[in-house]
């Protein structure tokens, strides 16, 4: 029948005409729902007065909270996954109403940072490509951004040293944290293999990609840049050249993807840092970054931690790297669960300020959110 109040789905029997009109109804009210969100985050604003820039009403210990409550209360059927990610993006279209925040992150467009920018602030940001790490500090130091996004882990590289060397030199601190799946594509205008000469990509990536290179390009040059959507940039009009990058990258500079997935390992997965100027509040579930060094003795560092085991706080990471005042001489980068200004680890770092001769906090902040299905099958996830 023409009609489609009569059309029926051929197997269910269900009434597909009253089915849409329903939906209809229900987009009808949760658009109603968005806009008196809207109103009530504008009236949040208006609370707290005239401030000068969008980034004094932006709180990120706030803003995680309502991201975990939006998980809990997720069953289905859409994963904790997209549902983050649309919330995400309504609480970013609030925010940015009258101010977008101006967020640095490492350019070009389609890095994998500016990805980690969209996953943690939405899209309604004004996202700022700058060429190197030092440029993204720069520009938060400077005001000029509001934020940043900087890598400082992948799960098969480890640790990205230039990050946390910055860190050792800059007033900035650590606002938030970020997870992130990557997935590496063999990007070229070839039509094949055999016709790749050369690979361009960032150098972790190369990295991430050895054992694939190995395998099905031996006789390629690797050639390193400064990010992945360089590279891609670069081969676009190059028919013997590759890149290692993302789809996103792919989508942007119009080369198409010869070969997805490509990273040697099904984990891969790199952690980002959220740069800015203020320590933030607690979230609830938040995780302490201290920055330490002591004096060269013996057992020196053992008992730099000790009030940590005395308080029975969970320090999840430790880095060292070589300090600047003098050879052989280290510092190190400390993760541990809480907030420096709850109890216990209040405490404990008034203990460590008398052992270290510079016991810094780089930032308390809310722990990267995840969703339960990553969590649950990163066995099983490439």
């Not at 891609?232 to 993302?246: E, L, N, T």
């Not at 933030?280 to 004096?295: F, R």
Request: charged residues 25%; contains cysteine; glycine residues 6%.
């Amino acid at each position: 029948m023409s009609d489609r109040k009569n059309t029926k789905g051929s197997e269910t029997g269900v009434e597909l005409g009253d089915v849409r009109e329903k939906i209809d109804a229900l987009d009808a009210k949760i658009q109603a729902l968005i806009s008196e969100r809207a109103g009530l985050a504008g009236a949040v604003r208006e609370s707290k007065g005239s401030l000068d820039n969008a980034v004094d009403y932006y709180r990120p210990e706030r803003e995680a909270e309502v991201l975990r409550g939006v998980r809990e209360r997720n069953r289905g059927p859409i994963s904790d996954t997209e549902m983050l990610r649309l919330f995400r993006e309504i609480m970013s279209v609030c925010l940015a109403q009258q101010e977008p925040l101006k967020i640095a992150y490492l350019g070009p467009e389609g890095t994998f940072t500016q990805q980690a920018v969209n996953l943690h602030f939405g899209h309604s940001v004004r996202a700022l490509a700058v060429g190197g790490l030092d440029d993204v500090f720069s520009q938060v130091e400077i005001a000029e951004a509001d934020f940043g996004v900087v890598p400082v882990e992948n799960s098969s590289q480890g640790i990205v040293s230039h990050t946390l060397d910055r860190f050792v030199e800059s007033d900035l601190r650590i606002c938030g944290e970020i997870e992130m799946t990557v997935h590496h594509n063999l990007l070229t205008l070839a039509k094949s293999l055999s016709g790749v000469e050369r690979i361009y990509s960032h150098q972790q990536s190369l990295s991430q990609c050895k054992r694939w290179i190995h395998e099905h390009l031996p006789a390629a040059e690797c050639i390193a840049v400064s990010s992945n959507a360089e590279a891609a940039r670069r081969v676009r009009q190059i028919p013997d050249a590759a890149a290692i990058s993302s789809e996103s990258a792919a989508e942007i500079y119009g080369v198409p993807v010869l070969f997805a997935h490509i990273e040697d390992s099904r984990d891969n997965a790199t952690r980002f840092l959220v740069i800015g100027r203020e320590l933030l509040a607690s979230s609830g579930d938040d995780k302490t970054t201290l920055l330490l060094a002591g004096e060269e003795v013996a057992g020196d560092l053992h008992g730099l931690l000790t009030p940590l085991a005395r308080h029975s706080l969970n320090m999840t990471r430790i880095e060292s790297r070589p300090s600047s005042t003098a050879r052989w001489k280290y510092v190190f980068f400390i993760d541990i669960d809480g907030h420096a200004e709850t109890e216990p680890l209040k405490t404990a770092l008034a203990e460590m300020q008398k052992l270290s001769s510079l016991t810094r906090v780089l930032g308390s902040y809310p722990k990267a959110i995840v969703s339960r299905q990553v969590a649950e099958d990163k066995a099983d996830s490439a």
